[in-house]
Each structure stands twice: as C-alpha cells, then as structure tokens.
C-alpha cells in the first residue's frame, strides 16, 4: 500500500525557512513524480514544485522559483522528498500536501496523495 506522509510544517517568521518532509512507502516509486501541493484559505490548490524520480527533473511554480528546492534521498524500502522553504512570507501560509503519480507532475488528478501539513508564516 502506497503511503505518503507529510511533516515539517510549523510557524515560522518571515523572511524564516521550513523543510517539509515527505516519506513515501510502499513502492520503488522509481518511475514516479513526486510534488508538493499547496492549498491556502479560500484558495484553489496549487502545483508547487515536482520532482521527477527518473531522471531528476524538477518543476517550480512561478511563485516559489528561486525560494523553495525540491530534493530527495532513497533507502531499500522508501524515498524521501523534501522542500526546502526559504524567504517565507505570509502568502505562503496553507496546508502543503505532498503527492505522488506516475505519469505527469503537477495535476490535479495525482495518483497518491498524503495528509498534509500546515506551514504558517507570520508577519
């Protein structure tokens, strides 16, 4: 059974930094996308940053390129993906959710999806 989990999440200044964390278990995910998504009070879901897991190919939203890196590390069991936050800002203030599929990175329709984890950032 794929499994995603999310944690990191907290409150942070700023101008502050977070890494969320996402460990995913229950497949090689060796052909797999692997994005965070964020979504925001009263806001549509947003296509954050992808990971391709193949070949390394990454994608970041315009509103996060320069600030926020995607990366990630394997064991025998499971992959880890994290994103890394710097020169937060209050906009970025939502629940992030990490979400796996293996065909395209970001879509709505991602084949797995974690719980989420909320990242608040005071002014």
């Known amino acids: 059974e794929v499994q995603l989990v999310e944690s990191g999440g907290g409150l942070v200044q700023a101008g502050g930094s977070l890494r969320l964390t996402c460990a995913a278990s229950?497949?090689?995910?060796?052909?797999?996308?692997i994005g965070w998504f964020r979504q925001a009070p009263g806001k549509e879901r947003e296509g954050v940053s992808c990971l391709l897991l193949n070949d390394g190919s990454t994608y970041y939203s315009d509103s996060v390129k320069g600030r926020f890196t995607i990366s990630s590390n394997s064991d025998n069991d499971s992959k880890t993906v994290y994103l890394q936050m710097s020169s937060l800002t209050p906009e970025d203030t939502a629940v992030y959710y990490c979400?796996?599929?293996?065909?395209?990175?970001?879509?709505?329709?991602?084949?797995?999806w974690g719980k989420g984890t909320l990242v608040n950032v005071s002014s």
């Open positions: 979400a796996a599929d293996g065909t395209v990175c970001p879509h709505d329709d991602m084949e797995f």
């Open positions: 229950g497949s090689t995910f060796d052909d797999y996308a």
